[in-house]
């Protein structure tokens, strides 16, 4: 299929390219105890598995404006969606695939309804056919166009169902480096559970391929295998797998595909989308040893080199996080502290703040070494460099140190020393900083009136990664003394974003919760992948954005600390259920989703281990537009928000 590229080229040059804000905040250097090193360390890539109980096919029409395909159909009530700028020239036609009988749709206990597919302000036009009367089976679909002399046809079919059968996939990473083999693995599930056999019964999946996309626009396909070779380590497990090499940069759009039967021997067909962002950005480290030195009373900074092998990027900001080790009385190793912060690596030197007081706590050893570090892109957390370990000359610990350190661990030590001029009694005082989310519109505007001393972030209608959004935020906040946030969708997401890496008048608030967010995606959607590719049919739009996707959101989140969580109060929300009709938000992106969602924010995926649960309620959607209302319309929570928000 001949997709327009104008939404992921513009998407790319966004993301790809190293965003700044007007000036750059100063960053925090970042640290915390052994303990908190697991959460540090980078997810388990299945964590962010996408699941699907449906499948998007892509639909060309011929020069003679016409598509045929053979489909299978299972479970009850299902649906059929169109997607393309010009579905309402489309006729569609369903044969029955035994006896190739023409089903008449006006003859069926069918509806049809226009609608729109998307989160936020980022909506494209779908059409809908609930298929009541239609029984589990092959089926031929043809689809022809009334008026030949518009446009190209270019567009997607959706199929669902209340099937119990679903597929599951994941990446084997979150995104590459050019050269690198992209991993694909994919497996069954029966109603959320991994499917196994019973018996003799074969299993759900019997094959399964990928087709994939280049950032070019070239296609190429890939088998799937449950065979126990190459990265599928175990034989006829359920799991399939296949590898891809990614040859430029750019976005790869992964199209999973896998049929199968059911126990009940009913046709099984599920597809997946993952959108997989691959960077030609490479550092290669220089420095056998990194080299301590004091900077400040209690401060070392720790400094190694690298130098970038492709000479083109222009990126220089990176995230780094590493591991401080030493060792005991028996010699033997243990971890002491991990460390992280937002490094500019102009002239190829990577510098990283150790406070000595770690290394009191834990008892001074002889030799120290730096562990699993991690040198990451700031667009998309992908990895341009990993040392596993790496020698520390580390300078002996000051007398000072040793005569003033107290066995307490206070903000200095997590933070680093707080810049002298962070308050400088601004004329604007302070305030409750209301922060809207991805490509949105003014969802605060007419509830702003609900929130005490208050002021609005306004940068709509765009697509920022967290870091850049952070910028912003913290750009307008430099008017006030202090600032506490309420944020909706992205917004919480780039607010603790914010506050984990960055000074800020967040920093100077007081006086209750410092961050409380509705309907954030902290663990990313499913529906940022399929945006994508739904997306690419009409050529407009925000875009990708690859920390709202699941794999995305994963790699972000390992990088934030427990105290930076500790601060987020976040709610959830969801539709009213009736016995008497379906419970979703949105019709359209339902068969993307699992529920309980908002339309955009599944349930589970707006939890946020370590921040404050505030409560799930019903009867509310993500946005204006969908069924219930809008989230940001609760004025009992939005009088609660503001009640016990920080300023």
């Given at each position: 299929?001949?997709?327009?590229?104008?939404?992921?080229?513009?998407?790319?040059?966004?993301?790809?390219?190293?965003?700044?804000?007007?000036?750059?905040?100063?960053?925090?250097?970042?640290?915390?105890?052994?303990?908190?090193?697991?959460?540090?360390?980078?997810?388990?890539?299945?964590?962010?598995?996408?699941?699907?109980?449906?499948?998007?096919?892509?639909?060309?029409?011929?020069?003679?404006?016409?598509?045929?395909?053979?489909?299978?159909?299972?479970?009850?009530?299902?649906?059929?969606?169109?997607?393309?700028?010009?579905?309402?020239?489309?006729?569609?036609?369903?044969?029955?695939?035994?006896?190739?009988?023409?089903?008449?749709?006006?003859?069926?206990?069918?509806?049809?309804?226009?609608?729109?597919?998307?989160?936020?302000?980022?909506?494209?036009?779908?059409?809908?056919?609930?298929?009541?009367?239609?029984?589990?089976?092959?089926?031929?679909?043809?689809?022809?166009?009334?008026?030949?002399?518009?446009?190209?046809?270019?567009?997607?079919?959706?199929?669902?169902?209340?099937?119990?059968?679903?597929?599951?996939?994941?990446?084997?990473?979150?995104?590459?480096?050019?050269?690198?083999?992209?991993?694909?693995?994919?497996?069954?599930?029966?109603?959320?559970?991994?499917?196994?056999?019973?018996?003799?019964?074969?299993?759900?999946?019997?094959?399964?391929?990928?087709?994939?996309?280049?950032?070019?626009?070239?296609?190429?396909?890939?088998?799937?295998?449950?065979?126990?070779?190459?990265?599928?380590?175990?034989?006829?497990?359920?799991?399939?797998?296949?590898?891809?090499?990614?040859?430029?940069?750019?976005?790869?759009?992964?199209?999973?595909?896998?049929?199968?039967?059911?126990?009940?021997?009913?046709?099984?067909?599920?597809?997946?989308?993952?959108?997989?962002?691959?960077?030609?950005?490479?550092?290669?480290?220089?420095?056998?040893?990194?080299?301590?030195?004091?900077?400040?009373?209690?401060?070392?900074?720790?400094?190694?080199?690298?130098?970038?092998?492709?000479?083109?990027?222009?990126?220089?900001?990176?995230?780094?996080?590493?591991?401080?080790?030493?060792?005991?009385?028996?010699?033997?190793?243990?971890?002491?502290?991990?460390?992280?912060?937002?490094?500019?690596?102009?002239?190829?030197?990577?510098?990283?703040?150790?406070?000595?007081?770690?290394?009191?706590?834990?008892?001074?050893?002889?030799?120290?070494?730096?562990?699993?570090?991690?040198?990451?892109?700031?667009?998309?957390?992908?990895?341009?460099?990993?040392?596993?370990?790496?020698?520390?000359?580390?300078?002996?610990?000051?007398?000072?140190?040793?005569?003033?350190?107290?066995?307490?661990?206070?903000?200095?030590?997590?933070?680093?020393?707080?810049?002298?001029?962070?308050?400088?009694?601004?004329?604007?005082?302070?305030?409750?900083?209301?922060?809207?989310?991805?490509?949105?519109?003014?969802?605060?505007?007419?509830?702003?009136?609900?929130?005490?001393?208050?002021?609005?972030?306004?940068?709509?209608?765009?697509?920022?990664?967290?870091?850049?959004?952070?910028?912003?935020?913290?750009?307008?906040?430099?008017?006030?003394?202090?600032?506490?946030?309420?944020?909706?969708?992205?917004?919480?997401?780039?607010?603790?974003?914010?506050?984990?890496?960055?000074?800020?008048?967040?920093?100077?608030?007081?006086?209750?919760?410092?961050?409380?967010?509705?309907?954030?995606?902290?663990?990313?959607?499913?529906?940022?992948?399929?945006?994508?590719?739904?997306?690419?049919?009409?050529?407009?739009?925000?875009?990708?954005?690859?920390?709202?996707?699941?794999?995305?959101?994963?790699?972000?989140?390992?990088?934030?600390?427990?105290?930076?969580?500790?601060?987020?109060?976040?709610?959830?929300?969801?539709?009213?259920?009736?016995?008497?009709?379906?419970?979703?938000?949105?019709?359209?992106?339902?068969?993307?989703?699992?529920?309980p969602d908002d339309g955009t924010t599944e349930k589970h995926r707006g939890q946020l281990s370590g921040g404050?649960?505030?409560?799930?309620?019903?009867?509310?959607?993500?946005?204006?537009?969908?069924?219930?209302?809008?989230?940001?319309?609760?004025?009992?929570?939005?009088?609660?928000?503001?009640?016990?928000?920080?300023?």
């Open positions: 299929m001949k997709l327009k590229n104008t939404l992921l080229s513009v998407s790319s040059t966004l993301l790809f390219a190293t965003t700044t804000a007007t000036s750059a905040p100063q960053v925090k250097h970042l640290a915390g105890p052994a303990e908190e090193i697991p959460l540090m360390q980078k997810a388990a890539p299945e964590t962010a598995a996408i699941v699907s109980k449906s499948a998007l096919i892509p639909v060309n029409l011929n020069h003679e404006m016409v598509w045929n395909k053979q489909l299978l159909i299972d479970g009850d009530n299902p649906t059929v969606l169109l997607f393309s700028p010009e579905a309402n020239h489309w006729q569609v036609n369903i044969h029955s695939g035994n006896d190739n009988k023409l089903l008449n749709l006006n003859q069926l206990n069918y509806t049809k309804s226009n609608t729109l597919f998307g989160m936020a302000e980022e909506q494209f036009p779908a059409t809908r056919f609930d298929l009541q009367n239609v029984a589990t089976g092959s089926y031929h679909f043809n689809i022809h166009k009334t008026d030949k002399s518009l446009g190209s046809g270019d567009g997607y079919l959706l199929l669902s169902s209340d099937s119990p059968y679903q597929l599951s996939s994941y990446t084997g990473k979150h995104g590459y480096l050019i050269g690198e083999e992209v991993t694909i693995f994919a497996n069954a599930l029966t109603s959320g559970k991994a499917f196994t056999m019973v018996g003799n019964d074969l299993q759900l999946i019997q094959s399964a391929q990928i087709t994939i996309t280049s950032p070019a626009g070239n296609k190429a396909s890939r088998a799937m295998f449950d065979d126990g070779m190459a990265q599928d380590k175990t034989a006829f497990d359920g799991q399939f797998a296949t590898t891809f090499v990614a040859q430029e940069p750019g976005l790869y759009h992964v199209q999973v595909q896998a049929h199968g039967l059911t126990p009940k021997g009913k046709p099984f067909f599920r597809t997946i989308e993952h959108v997989v962002p691959v960077i030609d950005d490479r550092l290669k480290v220089t420095s056998k040893a990194a080299v301590g030195q004091y900077r400040d009373d209690h401060k070392i900074n720790l400094s190694f080199h690298t130098q970038q092998m492709n000479k083109s990027m222009a990126n220089t900001r990176y995230r780094v996080i590493a591991e401080v080790w030493g060792k005991d009385s028996k010699n033997k190793e243990k971890a002491i502290t991990w460390l992280s912060s937002i490094v500019d690596t102009k002239g190829g030197e990577i510098n990283l703040q150790l406070d000595d007081r770690w290394l009191l706590a834990a008892g001074q050893s002889d030799q120290y070494t730096l562990k699993n570090i991690r040198v990451e892109d700031i667009n998309h957390y992908i990895n341009v460099l990993d040392i596993d370990n790496m020698r520390i000359k580390m300078p002996s610990i000051s007398e000072k140190s040793i005569m003033s350190y107290q066995g307490e661990i206070n903000e200095s030590m997590l933070l680093g020393n707080r810049p002298a001029q962070l308050k400088q009694n601004k004329a604007g005082g302070s305030v409750l900083m209301l922060v809207h989310g991805y490509c949105s519109s003014d969802v605060w505007g007419s509830q702003q009136g609900q929130f005490n001393n208050s002021v609005k972030f306004s940068d709509f209608n765009q697509n920022r990664s967290h870091d850049a959004f952070a910028q912003r935020i913290d750009s307008f906040g430099d008017n006030y003394d202090s600032f506490g946030v309420v944020a909706h969708s992205q917004g919480g997401a780039a607010t603790l974003h914010l506050y984990s890496y960055y000074w800020s008048g967040l920093d100077n608030a007081s006086g209750g919760r410092l961050i409380q967010s509705v309907g954030t995606p902290y663990q990313g959607t499913p529906l940022a992948g399929n945006l994508a590719s739904v997306g690419g049919v009409f050529g407009v739009g925000c875009g990708y954005n690859s920390n709202l996707t699941t794999s995305g959101a994963s790699s972000w989140l390992s990088g934030i600390p427990t105290w930076a969580r500790n601060a987020v109060n976040y709610y959830t929300t969801s539709p009213t259920t009736k016995w008497w009709r379906p419970d979703w938000c949105q019709i359209v992106t339902d068969p993307f989703l699992k529920d404050v649960n505030r409560g799930h309620k019903t009867g509310q959607c993500h946005t204006d537009g969908m069924r219930d209302m809008a989230q940001t319309r609760d004025s009992g929570r939005n009088s609660t928000m503001n009640s016990n928000a920080s300023r």
